[in-house]
């Protein structure tokens, strides 16, 4: 197919996103034509929006900056792009909080502000974002990489490498390491892009006093760009800096912190004239937030500590957010169909470092860094290591508190009466814990209330969780969390054979306690497609692990809803993407966005 025929296929078909995406994306699989490529073209139409703006992304990430894309296959990623962050919420820097106040004579205090997000979800306003960039400054042409490079260069659109080949093309061989380049940030909520290489260690390696030196200068470099910039006519200038040199590039993350922190706090001494008005420290990790944030509160004599305060009304600036507020206002039945993500919100987060170390010192030693690594392991040395770990973390959710994420939804549905059901794929219990009606929920992946036989030698080889947890607590080592006494490991009062927690983790898995419960999803899910009423299905937090569970059967019953069932999405990253199509029927729409911030917007009167 000829350029000019892409061009104009492209340019007819441009009605809706959807089938901008869709033959966006053809354009570019027919560019590069593989086998691969030729059966994805042939079944484009069957995969979801989510799929095609994954395929998108990679393509876009691995394409040389030559050829240069015709200007309307660059218009049509940017309306994409577009289309995206409309429906992300977005953070404003005078949203997020100070934590320290450098004095200047004559002018208001530089305020250093700390953050834990995605940097290019910075709201506009924003001067400058950095880029932990390679030499080559191209941008990583590794999909899979999950670096800041990758991440800055796919939502600021082709038009970021594009520049970034020109800078490169003008007489540069690489940009060194601890040098600095600004771009524009184009698709981007910010004005500019501050490209720095830091150093790159090798893993478990111990960086050189050079090493730390050229940390040091790219964080030097990216003030000097930034200073050079124009202020906004109210005259604030902000830069956001990122982690860099860590995380991918191993730079021990509590020394590349206190370099970050020094470097800063010595060049704005030495720089009173500066005209930048706001540094943010992004942090993307848990970890490094808690390292920033003690850092940030000591005392210097450059500058006054802030009281770390979270903002208590955030300005969420997010497109969707209105439409999902009125379609939950305007429902008379509600589904609120729950996944990982929402006990990860209510700080149940099983991709967590910190909540592992801190609820299971004695199983770091295994190699475990989350909770998600002991999913499916099989390797115990023992069963009393084996037990000792699962009434570790049963004893977690037994002792979980209440929340008040759940408690405001779970306060909300019940103004619904009878017309609201929770159906969640988490085995956590907390929606009965805080509250919820057992009657009036479904969990089709099991829960951690029961413990099975693991051979089902009979029916009815399953039992309450919670006797066994009090009998086991008080052999468990305090230290090592080893189960001391092997006793109270459990036993098939039947056949005598091994038990596990009753969760769909296997093909022994016992559904035999959550009959009830899935027959009373089929009768509901039966009175909402035949109810003449306004359902809207609230789903939180669901992912792509297993999306036969909840995430497509949420789809396919809008489908069959015949316009009375309507879909709010609400979840991080790609996992919020809902297809567009059904979002072009008014029947869907989603918010990318962390949810304990995201739901108490949406709930509350219009």
């Not at 061989?173 to 909520?189: Q, S």
């Not at 206190?258 to 970890?287: G, L, R």
């Not at 006793?487 to 559904?511: H, K, L, Q, T």
Request: glycine fraction near 6%; proline fraction near 6%; aromatic fraction near 10%.
């Amino acid at each position: 197919m000829s350029e000019n025929m892409n061009q104009t296929s492209l340019t007819q078909k441009m009605a809706s996103p959807s089938k901008i995406l869709e033959e966006t994306l053809r354009y570019f699989l027919q560019e590069s034509p593989s086998p691969q490529s030729r059966h994805i073209v042939q079944h484009l139409d069957k995969y979801d929006s989510s799929l095609q703006l994954s395929y998108l992304q990679q393509l876009l990430c691995v394409r040389s900056p030559l050829p240069p894309l015709p200007d309307t296959i660059i218009q049509a990623v940017e309306t994409i792009i577009a289309h995206e962050y409309s429906h992300r919420v977005l953070t404003s820097i005078s949203d997020i909080p100070c934590v320290a106040a450098i004095p200047r004579h004559g002018k208001p205090s530089l305020e250093i502000r700390l953050w834990k997000g995605d940097i290019t979800a910075l709201a506009p306003g924003t001067t400058a974002i950095t880029n932990a960039a390679n030499s080559q400054m191209l941008g990583c042409f590794q999909p899979t990489h999950k670096c800041i490079d990758n991440v800055i260069h796919s939502w600021a659109g082709p038009r970021l490498r594009d520049e970034c080949f020109r800078v490169m093309s003008e007489g540069r061989n690489e940009l060194r390491v601890g040098d600095a380049v600004t771009t524009r940030a184009y698709c981007l909520p910010c004005e500019h892009v501050i490209h720095t290489v830091g150093p790159q260690l090798k893993r478990g390696s111990k960086p050189s006093e050079m090493e730390k030196q050229q940390l040091s200068q790219s964080y030097r470099s990216v003030l000097e760009e930034a200073d050079r910039l124009q202020p906004s006519n109210e005259g604030l200038k902000s830069v956001a800096l990122c982690c860099t040199s860590t995380g991918l590039f191993a730079f021990p993350a509590d020394l590349a912190a206190n370099i970050a922190v020094n470097s800063v706090a010595a060049w704005v001494a030495h720089h009173p004239e500066t005209t930048i008005t706001d540094i943010v420290f992004v942090t993307y990790t848990d970890v490094d937030f808690d390292i920033y944030h003690a850092l940030l509160g000591e005392s210097r004599p450059t500058w006054s500590v802030c009281p770390f305060q979270v903002t208590r009304n955030p300005s969420l600036l997010c497109t969707t957010m209105e439409t999902a507020r009125a379609w939950l206002a305007e429902a008379n039945t509600i589904i609120v169909s729950a996944g990982a993500g929402f006990s990860a919100a209510d700080g149940l987060d099983y991709t967590s470092t910190v909540l592992f170390k801190s609820k299971f010192p004695g199983f770091v030693q295994y190699g475990f860094e989350r909770l998600y690594d002991v999913f499916g392991f099989t390797d115990w040395p023992s069963e009393s290591e084996k037990w000792g770990y699962y009434f570790t973390h049963l004893a977690m959710i037994d002792a979980w508190p209440r929340s008040k994420l759940y408690n405001q939804l779970i306060a909300w549905l019940e103004t619904f009466g009878e017309n609201a059901h929770v159906r969640t794929s988490n085995a956590d219990g907390l929606f009965i814990a805080n509250g919820w009606d057992e009657e009036k929920m479904s969990t089709p992946q099991g829960r951690y209330a029961f413990l099975q036989c693991v051979t089902n030698c009979t029916p009815g080889s399953y039992w309450p969780s919670k006797p066994y947890l009090d009998a086991a607590l008080p052999h468990l080592d305090v230290t090592t969390q080893i189960l001391k006494d092997a006793s109270v490991i459990p036993r098939c009062r039947y056949c005598n054979g091994d038990m596990f927690i009753c969760v769909r983790a296997a093909d022994w898995f016992n559904e035999a306690p959550y009959i009830e419960g899935e027959a009373r999803w089929k009768h509901f899910r039966q009175r909402v497609l035949s109810n003449e009423g306004q359902t809207v299905l609230l789903e939180l937090g669901v992912g792509l692990n297993t999306p036969g569970v909840l995430k497509w059967p949420n789809e396919d019953l809008v489908r069959q809803g015949k316009g009375r069932v309507k879909l709010v999405r609400v979840a991080v990253g790609s996992h919020a993407v809902a297809p567009w199509d059904l979002e072009e029927e008014d029947l869907s729409t989603y918010i990318d966005g962390d949810i304990k911030v995201v739901l108490p917007a949406i709930l509350s009167p219009l």
